[in-house]
């Protein structure tokens, strides 16, 4: 928990990617696990050193096209075999082949959209404000030219003064605490 109401976290203000990065790795090795980095470009080798995990969205989507070819199936089933069965030409009431082309599009239309709404909700969006909007220079710096360090006040080792303190001995041009 936070150790005084209302603080989000300090966050140090770097001017080139590899500040950032070697910052970002000497805070994990110190036991920090709730930070975040904030760069105008992707920096791979921040995300490497954030420990990025693996998301769960390609299991979401898999599960989204099974849950459309299931969906599909039954419908047509469902159609042609109880509600409007049509005897068309002599052919089974449950012609599966003919089932292939619309449960194929179920799938596609069921596994995007899980994929998309799936991203949606684990990015917590959409996120209308976020604390670092009140740290001074992260506004128009983190889309232009600077890279930050955010290291959050809900990481167990987070504490005012140590956090400062290890922050401050790198090369950064500043470094300050963000309010909720």
Same mark, same amino acid.
């Given at each position: 928990m936070p150790p005084r109401e209302g603080i989000y976290g300090i966050i140090a203000e770097f001017s080139t990617p590899s500040e950032l990065v070697h910052a970002t790795e000497q805070a994990h090795e110190e036991g920090y696990r709730r930070?975040?980095?904030?760069?105008?470009? =992707?920096?791979?080798? /921040?995300?490497?050193?954030?420990?990025?995990?693996? +998301?769960?969205?390609?299991?979401? $989507? @898999?599960?989204?096209?099974?849950?459309?070819?299931?969906?599909?199936?039954l419908m047509e089933t469902w159609i042609n075999v109880y509600a409007y069965p049509l005897n068309i030409a002599g052919r089974p009431l449950f012609s599966w082949p003919a089932f292939i082309i619309p449960a194929y599009e179920f799938t596609i239309l069921f596994a995007g959209l899980s994929a998309a709404f799936g991203m949606i909700a684990q990015n917590?969006?959409?996120?209308?404000?976020? =604390?670092l909007f009140n /740290?001074?220079?992260?506004?128009?710096?983190?889309? +232009?030219d600077k890279f930050f360090? $955010? @290291?959050?006040?809900t990481d167990p080792k987070f504490s005012l003064t140590g956090t400062r303190a290890f922050l401050e001995q790198f090369p950064a041009i500043s470094v300050v605490e963000v309010d909720h």
């Open positions: 930070m975040e980095c904030y760069t105008p470009y =992707p920096v791979e080798e /921040a995300a490497g050193a954030l420990r990025f995990h693996k +998301t769960s969205v390609p299991l979401m $989507c @898999l599960l989204g096209g099974l849950a459309g070819v299931t969906v599909a199936y917590g969006l959409p996120q209308l404000y976020h =604390p /740290a001074p220079n992260f506004r128009n710096g983190a889309t +232009t360090l $955010c @290291l959050e006040a």
